[in-house]
């Protein structure tokens, strides 16, 4: 299973800062965020947002790279200074 990580404001649009996603084969970031906004559409219209960051197993990535089922991906906010 794909672990999936939400830091900032994502984890509170996600309900947690992790889920688990079963993957058959290997899917684009893009069409991932594209499944969850099917089932909650603010989360996946948050994670679409073109400030938003991703990265597979710690190393920063598009939104086109492929997630397998045991890779790590990280929904990575902007940060901002305080």
């Known amino acids: 299973m794909a672990q999936l990580l ?3 404001r994502l984890g509170d649009l996600a309900g ?3 889920r688990m996603l ?3 084969e290997p899917q684009a970031i ?10 909650d559409d603010l989360l996946g219209s948050a994670l679409a947002e073109p400030r938003i960051r991703y990265a597979i ?4 990535v598009d939104a086109d790279a492929l997630v ?3 890779d790590e991906l990280a929904f990575l ?3 901002s200074g305080g």
């Open 6 to 8: 939400f830091f900032g």
């Open 16 to 18: 947690g800062t992790e």
């Open 22 to 24: 079963g993957l058959s």
């Open 30 to 39: 893009a069409d991932l965020i594209g499944i969850i906004g099917q089932s």
């Open 57 to 60: 197993n710690g190393a920063i």
């Open 68 to 70: 397998e089922d045991e």
């Open 77 to 79: 906010p902007p940060v």
